[in-house]
């Protein structure tokens, strides 16, 4: 049920796209950005480009964009379009305010780039207002419902897995436990493929609970095994590195030291894996609008588009906790 059935921009044909990129940036939201506006522009349509996600809505900044803005940025990581958080828009004021600069701007319909707090916007704006909208999944966490794989996920994890590999090479050279802490505050998903991917010893993730007393009487075994070096990954919603790495000092008496790796996964040129996920569903966000198809999430679900209610495209867990974990340690 609109709050407004004289806002809604259901019933009118579209010949202008917005689109927008929210919540935290990703190595391939460009590529998906590059995609929704040439194709938009094939199919005859005007495209604004919405600077700082919701906030910037909000605050009326908005460019028109042309094939030439696009232009040389399949490559490039971050976002043109610029990325921000809005309290405000989680309001309802904030919301209407968005409405009512989308009319401003004679934007018919909005494709949001984001994880699980920017789909929630495109709802929003598509249940309460009529706002026709369509999510797609831009996060390296690669924890949203009616996708295996989202926008910058992989190059995430490979980034990761360079540094990882070159710490690996100082953690044998002086015989060390090194505890590596990866993004992920709900979502372990980066943590558990690294770990698996860079041969680690152990990880910790906020979907698993850990023993302390388990882990450091692993570390002595291995030690009088001749184990000489340790690669521990760390979810930064599980646990904060510098407290893992000085709770294994105090139990074992061994030397512990820690590394965040912090935005460096945010950034950098996306992989080729995520430059085409995002042209693809690009492209297919554009044909959901141009047929009338609207409060869509468009994702791949065996390397086949998948489109799924907003409604249903929330958050959801890593199914491979037991399985990666049990080879993880069956590895060690």
């Not at 929210?22 to 199919?43: E, F, H, K, T, Y």
């Not at 460019?63 to 976002?79: E, K, P």
């Not at 309001?91 to 929630?120: C, F, M, N, P, W």
Request: proline content about 2%; aromatic content about 6%.
């Amino acid at each position: 049920m609109f709050w407004h059935d004289d806002i809604s921009l259901m019933d009118k044909k579209i010949k202008k796209i917005g689109v927008l990129t929210s919540g935290g940036d990703g190595p391939g939201m460009n590529a998906a950005i590059r995609s929704v506006v040439r194709c938009a522009l094939s199919q005859g349509f005007l495209v604004d480009g919405v600077m700082r996600g919701y906030r910037g809505l909000i605050e009326d900044e908005v460019i028109s964009l042309n094939h030439r803005s696009v232009a040389n940025i399949i490559n490039r990581g971050g976002t043109i379009l610029k990325t921000a958080r809005s309290e405000e828009f989680k309001t309802l004021e904030g919301q209407k305010t968005a409405v009512e600069r989308i009319k401003r701007h004679a934007i018919d319909a909005l494709v949001v780039i984001g994880g699980d707090g920017s789909y929630r916007g495109a709802l929003a704006l598509y249940q309460k207002f009529g706002v026709p909208t369509i999510g797609l999944p831009g996060t390296i966490d690669n924890d949203l419902h009616g996708t295996d794989q989202t926008i910058g996920c992989h190059t995430a994890v490979n980034t990761a897995l360079e540094s990882i590999d070159k710490i690996r090479d100082t953690a044998n050279s002086m015989e060390r436990i090194f505890i590596i802490e990866v993004m992920g505050n709900q979502s372990g998903y980066i943590a558990m493929e690294v770990a698996l991917g860079a041969g680690a010893e152990d990880v910790l993730i906020p979907e698993r609970s850990f023993d302390y007393d388990a882990l450091c009487q692993h570390i002595l075994e291995g030690g009088r095994k001749g184990k000489i070096s340790w690669i521990i990954v760390v979810a930064e919603g599980a646990a904060k590195a510098p407290e893992v790495a000085a709770t294994i000092h105090r139990k074992t008496g061994l030397e512990a030291r820690f590394v965040v790796l912090g935005h460096v996964q945010r950034g950098g040129a996306p992989v080729g894996a995520d430059r085409i996920l995002a042209t693809r569903l690009g492209a297919v966000a554009v044909d959901l609008l141009a047929k009338g198809c609207y409060g869509k999430a468009v994702g791949v679900l065996q390397d086949k588009i998948h489109i799924v209610d907003l409604s249903e495209a929330g958050t959801r867990k890593n199914p491979h906790v037991k399985e990666y974990y049990r080879l993880i340690k069956i590895l060690t």
